[in-house]
């Protein structure tokens, strides 16, 4: 299984960013795709996570109604577009693979490697 995270960057805060994830290596449509962030010195967070049918997402606080998550079945893919960014978005962002929507990162088997978003102010 590989997860294959890109679209990180360095963006002034208010503008936008659009990361995805190729996924292979597994069945796409059995798994529920998610998004978490890591900070430096802080622990993983959870950012967002959508459903193997796309039908449910849900948001960490913090980024609801400036994030949204998508997926692309045709393509195994997942993007998170990121638009009014702030400076406390700055995190090493990584896609994972899992059974049901959570924002437990425990729950998830599969990550991919991450990729840089640096928002400056």
């Known amino acids: 299984v590989q997860l294959q995270a890109f679209g990180g960057g360095l963006v002034q805060a208010v503008g936008s960013l659009r990361l995805s994830c190729a996924a292979s290596?597994?069945?796409?449509?059995?798994?529920?795709m998610g998004w978490f962030r890591q900070a430096p010195g802080k622990e993983r967070e959870f950012v967002a996570a959508?459903?193997?049918?796309?039908?449910?997402?849900i948001y960490t606080d913090s980024v609801k109604g400036r994030f949204t998550i998508s997926r692309d079945s045709a393509k195994n893919t997942v993007s998170l577009q990121m638009n009014s960014l702030k400076p406390e978005d700055t995190a090493v962002y990584y896609c994972?693979?899992?059974?049901?929507?959570?924002?437990?990162?425990?729950?998830?088997?599969?990550w991919g490697q991450g990729t840089e978003v640096t928002v400056s102010s």
């Open positions: 959508i459903s193997r049918s796309g039908g449910s997402r």
């Open positions: 994972a693979a899992g059974p049901f929507v959570t924002r437990a990162p425990e729950v998830y088997d599969y």
């Open positions: 290596g597994l069945t796409f449509s059995s798994n529920t």
